[in-house]
């Protein structure tokens, strides 16, 4: 699976976009981007996934870059309650079984 | 649904113990992985079994640590003897075919003394 780079750490705002990023510059063609987060004391949570196309869900909007070598997590209107460790993760959907996580982003919303 | 059930929620035991951890997936979903998180190093895969098959366990640590599922409703995770360097949360996951996402239960706190 493809290694993927995210900021340690970010803040946002509460009631403002959150923005989070991840480098994948040596994806594959048959390689998803999954996003997971895990909120203090929980399991995981998965939150979008996507290939090549954006992607939006009820809880974010996935975007990739035509090259594919990064992407953005989109939480449109962040609330205390999405302050987690957001995971972003490369990996082949079908017939992969792993999740390989790295070190994540922490996001802290302030109010 | 009550998702992924896990327990206990925490256990503390002393070295050389054996611990049982134990985990019912979601019904319907025909695969089930075991993790491992520390702050050390992170969130880990242990073992993940398909069709109450193991598949992979190359991230057992150890002969210490055994997995096993009788059935589709019922996982356990085995340290014998349990060792203070365990210690971390235990996670078991769920998911309902090769191309959906996974469901993580809420995790068991293991502290060994």
């Known amino acids: 699976d493809a290694k993927t780079t995210q900021p340690p750490s970010m803040d946002c705002a509460e009631g403002r976009a959150a923005n989070l990023p991840c480098n994948h510059s040596?994806?594959?063609?048959?390689?998803?981007v999954y996003w997971y987060r895990q909120i203090h004391s929980q399991g995981p949570q998965y939150i979008i996934h996507g290939l090549k196309n954006n992607e939006t869900n009820e809880m974010a909007s996935l975007i990739i870059t035509e090259d594919r070598k990064s992407s953005t997590l989109i939480l449109p209107h962040a609330t205390l309650r999405d302050t987690a460790v957001y995971y972003c993760?490369?990996?082949?959907?079908?017939?992969?079984?792993?999740?390989?996580f790295g070190q994540g982003t922490r996001l802290t919303i302030n109010p | 649904d009550a998702g992924v059930i896990q327990s206990p929620r925490h256990e503390v035991t002393e070295m050389g113990q054996e611990v049982t951890l134990r985990c019912k997936p979601i019904?319907?979903?025909?695969?089930l992985f075991w993790y491992r998180q520390t702050m050390m190093r992170g969130l880990e895969l242990l073992i993940y079994f398909n069709n109450n098959v193991p598949i992979d366990d190359s991230g057992m640590p150890e002969d210490r640590f055994s997995a096993k599922m009788p059935n589709a409703s019922f996982s356990t995770l085995k340290i014998q003897p349990s060792e203070p360097r365990d210690s971390a949360v235990y996670f078991c996951?769920?998911?309902?075919?090769?191309?959906?996402?996974?469901?993580f239960g809420p995790g068991t706190r293991l502290t060994v003394l």
């Open positions: 019904s319907g979903h025909n695969s």
């Open positions: 040596t994806i594959s063609g048959n390689e998803y």
């Open positions: 996951a769920s998911r309902p075919d090769l191309y959906n996402e996974q469901f």
């Open positions: 993760i490369v990996r082949v959907a079908q017939g992969a079984q792993k999740l390989v």
